[in-house]
């Protein structure tokens, strides 16, 4: 039966590839939404590892969290550096990243720190940040670039170039009067490190020191060698990443900065606020599931149809086929195989064309959004979407198989006008 039921989809080649295509859309709809779910929360959780607070000014944890880690939006304000330097001396902190964020470079972020950011900044549940080419800055207009950064805009160790005013894709402020010399290039991470330029805070006060209120001073030019003889400690930050001593202090340490008395702060616990991130998505998340299996039941319909609209053009067939010998049950069996057969190769068509894309799509992903999808094995989850869209197509298969199965011969028979 299963010869049979092979060439029986071979002879309506046409309509059986329709349906088979129709359920390997489906089938990629769906097995894609779960991979990109699941690989945007990995790549999210495994952006940043050991740093116990983030501090910024006073907003939403889930707002601190996207720019301050994820380079998504901006901050409502700045914090005063006095302020923290008197939070980074506590007793209780190991050590602490201060970040600057504002500028960008053709799209990519541009991040002011220091030389504690790669000491200290890890991801993906421990990995420190490597030099793939040069050596970390050491002066003020030094810059090191993320792997896709440097990849995408084809820079190389000792290029310069022009940071711009602003975090859009597109700024025609340009501080092109104090140029930035590239002398390393990180690793791939994975994260939006890869997408970000880090130059040393004192670079981004440099090129802010004739500038106020996000424009230009008039008639006033200060240049780069002008510019490093003046004094360029940091007036303000945009956040910064806080390491304890000890873990257990987390919490008290989070309520003395939520109640710092000089300006107003917030600290955030980043698992805390990455699980609060989750609760605002999993409607959407939801949603999209029950979409792509709302279209798996479309495909599958299409092939129900595609078998219940043949049945009167078979019934002949299905007569002959009784006539030499078959029982009702094997005729039965022929279209319920014919309906498995379909699901099964619509399934496989699926998963390749799921790890095609998936493949093909990586890096524009990764450049684009910040998120690495990996190409991976199904998960047990994956795999029991995948069996429970192979039974619903047996199951459909029984229908058009039990009006078969109710055909008599002398019906099949008869000719109908």
Request: aromatic share 8%.
């Amino acid at each position: 039966m299963f010869t049979l039921a092979l060439k029986s989809l071979y002879n309506r080649k046409f309509t059986s590839i329709l349906t088979v295509a129709s359920i390997a859309l489906s089938v990629t709809l769906l097995l894609g939404v779960e991979q990109i779910r699941t690989e945007a929360k990995n790549s999210f959780t495994n952006t940043i590892s050991g740093t116990d607070l983030i501090v910024g000014a006073r907003t939403g944890p889930v707002q601190l969290l996207l720019y301050s880690v994820f380079r998504i939006g901006n901050a409502t304000n700045n914090i005063s550096w006095q302020s923290y330097q008197d939070i980074a001396r506590n007793p209780n902190v190991k050590w602490t990243i201060p970040i600057s964020l504002g500028d960008s470079h053709q799209g990519y972020r541009v991040m002011g720190t220091n030389t504690d950011y790669f000491e200290y900044f890890r991801f993906a549940g421990g990995l420190q940040l490597q030099m793939s080419k040069g050596q970390i800055f050491s002066e003020v207009f030094h810059a090191v670039l993320g792997a896709d950064v440097a990849e995408t805009l084809n820079y190389a160790l000792g290029d310069e170039m022009i940071i711009a005013h602003g975090a859009g894709k597109v700024s025609l402020i340009k501080h092109d009067d104090k140029p930035f010399t590239v002398v390393g290039i990180l690793k791939p991470t994975g994260t939006p490190v890869d997408q970000t330029v880090h130059v040393q805070l004192e670079g981004i006060e440099a090129i802010h020191i004739d500038w106020q209120g996000g424009a230009r001073i008039p008639g006033m030019s200060i240049s780069a060698e002008k510019a490093l003889q003046m004094n360029l400690s940091p007036k303000t930050i945009t956040a910064f990443l806080v390491g304890l001593k000890s873990r257990i202090a987390a919490f008290s340490f989070q309520r003395q900065v939520n109640q710092y008395p000089h300006e107003a702060l917030l600290a955030i616990l980043p698992g805390v606020a990455l699980q609060e991130l989750w609760d605002l998505i999993s409607i959407a998340e939801k949603a999209l599931l029950v979409v792509s299996g709302l279209v798996v039941l479309v495909g599958l319909s299409g092939m129900l149809i595609a078998l219940m609209t043949s049945l009167n053009e078979r019934r002949r067939e299905m007569a002959i086929l009784r006539s030499v010998g078959a029982r009702p049950w094997q005729v039965f069996t022929l279209i319920v195989g014919e309906s498995t057969l379909l699901t099964l190769a619509g399934i496989t068509a699926g998963i390749g064309s799921l790890y095609g894309l998936l493949w093909v799509s990586q890096e524009f992903i990764l450049s684009q959004f910040g998120i690495f999808i990996a190409v991976r094995g199904l998960s047990s989850y994956e795999m029991l979407l995948i069996i429970i869209v192979c039974l619903a197509g047996i199951i459909i298969g029984i229908i058009p198989g039990y009006r078969i199965y109710r055909y008599s011969l002398a019906d099949g028979m008869t000719i109908r006008i």
